[in-house]
């Protein structure tokens, strides 16, 4: 029965060689940071399935983008937990992304024929940021809001066409409704598309050239290592599993960080980003006047067309990293860079405790006929 | 390959066909992306004329120094009728003038606060610092406070909306 079963597929999907694909043997001498590109896409996995079950509940509009997150914290069972696994996996995808690319460089993985397995890369990781920053809106408390508020006026500083930019990006010049349809869009239909589109010709790259292996690897090492499947697959799934525990971990234990709903008035807030854009909310600190868009423009755009750049720019033969003294310093400067950056922008000092409330006055009572258009607000009672 | 399928190769049937094919793709897809790119982003670029808005009673705000002031006024937000919340600085400068105070810092729109004790204003983002008259003394932002533009009429002070 079972053999007559394989027999009516075998006939008709070409199980044999995607068996032969999948049992190809690797280069020798693979340690587990090439597991890194595995837990990327196992965590890109996961946002996906935790994600799609947020979204029967969330609703995105200012009225109850706020509520319905309540709502899955504390009345749909496993919300907070489904929520946790969302949260910190971002953060854990930001993490392990950028590991996996310290990889790649260390091992000398970019350059001929993999130049174009790292520009597909930089766009995942710029496409991975784009998650991040979407998907912070969503709670429209605090931080949503004014994160967003920054981030748009961020891209209002691009020369010349900035001002447009910034209203694309808001869909209009303030951040409310239309803005946060607008990320859920992004983030939950036209990312995942394109990241699972570009994760696709990622992962063709990767098969057709063949694992890079180890720059010291000779040319008979390279396909005389253990199989795919099932030794490399199986490595993957202990790292996978150790991530996944983690992950467990965190989100039954640490709460998700949940603040007010979104104040456009607030006088007590003190805006900052999440963690992985700290480095960007201080570097933009010491950008004074007209050098702003230095900060907010120049440095990061040139930075990422280096990134793209890098194995044009680099010579052709693979060495092992401590043999690359150019390579090594720049890798090496950009994360102590980035490192101290993040480090100074958890501990910039809040104005909260410094300023002293000042008194406060809410509108005083306005005659009627005042000149603002009228809207009629009450609620359609229905019966 | 055949020897025929070569001839087809570059004859003029073929090359027609694959004209054809890619004037097909052309055409579907510009008459496709025009629509959606202007759907996506010619609502963005709209501006809306700004109205003066009720800010408070004139009576009520006398004498006021560096008084921060949370008004709402009726606006649309979107396909949403909403009350839209401001917060300014009002400032009461004598024979009933007012200087109100925009809070949106001119580096990256965080709100700034009055501290009376420095007499001046902090923004809790990047370090910018205004003096009492809103320029800027310290840090990234790039011009002055804004002041918003203001009229009294029937004991009633009203902004420009923003
Ligand atoms: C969501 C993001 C990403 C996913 C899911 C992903 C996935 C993968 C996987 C599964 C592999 C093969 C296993 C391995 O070598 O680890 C791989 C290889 C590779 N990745 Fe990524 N990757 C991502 C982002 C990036 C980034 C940001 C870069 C660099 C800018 C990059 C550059 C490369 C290169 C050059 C290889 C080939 C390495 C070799 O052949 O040794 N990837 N990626
Ligand atoms: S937003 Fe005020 S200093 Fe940056």
Redesign the pocket.
């Known amino acids: 029965m079972k053999r007559k079963i394989v027999e009516f597929f075998e006939e008709r999907i070409p199980l044999r060689s995607i068996e032969e694909h999948m049992k190809k043997p690797l280069p020798r001498h693979i340690n587990w940071m ?5 837990m ?2 196992f965590l ?1 996995v996961l946002q996906a399935a935790t994600g799609a079950f947020l979204a029967i509940y969330y609703s995105p509009s200012p009225d109850h983008a706020y509520n319905s997150l309540t709502y899955i914290r504390n009345e749909v069972p496993f919300g907070n937990f489904i929520r946790g696994l969302h949260h910190w996996g971002a953060s854990a995808l930001v993490i392990v ?1 950028f590991l ?2 310290l990889r ?1 460089v260390i ?1 000398d ?2 350059k001929a024929p ?1 130049e174009l ?2 520009l597909v ?2 766009l ?2 710029l496409v ?1 940021l784009g998650f991040g920053f979407t998907g912070y809106l969503l709670p429209w408390d605090q931080k949503a809001y004014w994160a967003t508020v920054v981030g748009a006026k961020i891209a209002s500083t691009v020369p010349i066409i900035g001002d447009a930019v910034g209203k694309i990006l808001r869909g209009g010049e303030e951040v409310g409704a239309v803005t946060l349809a607008r990320f859920y869009a992004i983030h939950t239909i036209w990312l995942p598309w394109i ?1 699972f589109g570009l ?1 696709g010709l ?2 063709l790259l ?1 098969r057709h ?1 063949g ?2 292996g180890l720059p010291k690897n000779s040319p008979e090492d390279m396909d005389t290592g253990k199989p795919f499947y099932p030794n490399q697959l199986f490595e993957d799934g202990v790292a996978i599993l150790i991530l996944f525990s983690v992950l467990v971990a965190m989100a039954l234990v640490v709460p998700v960080p949940t603040e007010e709903i979104a104040d456009p008035t607030d006088a007590s807030y003190d805006p900052r980003p999440e963690w992985y854009f700290l480095f960007l909310f201080q570097l933009l600190k010491y950008f004074e006047g007209p050098l702003e868009v230095f900060g907010t423009f120049v440095i990061p755009t040139v930075a990422i067309l280096l ?1 793209f750049l890098v194995p044009f720019l680099s010579r052709k033969e693979r060495l092992p990293i401590r043999k690359r003294p150019v390579a090594l310093t720049i890798t090496s400067l950009s994360v102590l860079s980035l490192v101290s950056l993040t480090i100074l922008g958890i501990r910039s000092p809040k104005l909260n405790s410094t300023a002293t409330a000042a008194p406060e006055t809410e509108q005083t009572e306005a005659p009627s006929s005042a000149g603002t258009e009228v809207f009629d607000f009450r609620l359609e009672e229905g019966d | 390959m055949n020897l025929h399928a070569d001839k087809a190769e570059s004859s003029p049937r073929r090359s027609f066909v694959k004209a054809s094919l890619f004037f097909i793709g052309g055409l579907i897809n510009t008459v496709i992306a025009v629509p959606l790119l202007g759907f996506a982003i010619l609502p963005a670029l709209r501006n809306k004329p700004r109205k003066f808005v009720v800010l408070g009673i004139v009576d009520l705000l006398k004498g006021s120094r560096y008084k921060k002031v949370n008004y709402t006024f009726q606006s649309k937000d979107g396909w949403v009728k909403t009350n839209k919340k401001r917060s300014v600085y009002v400032t009461d400068t004598g024979n009933g003038n007012f200087v109100v105070f925009s809070r949106v810092c001119s580096h990256l729109n965080c709100l700034v606060r009055w501290e009376e004790s420095k007499r001046q204003f902090l923004c809790p983002c990047h370090g910018g610092v205004f003096d009492e008259e809103g320029d800027v003394v310290e840090g990234p932002p790039p011009k002055a406070l804004e002041r918003l533009p203001v009229k009294v009429e029937d004991g009633v002070l009203y902004v420009k909306e923003t």
């Open positions: 090439f597991s890194l590109g595995a990327a896409l890109l992304v996996h690319l790649v091992y993985s970019y993999r397995t790292w890369g930089v995942l990781l991975v990241v994760v990622h992962l990767v050239l694992s890079s990134l």
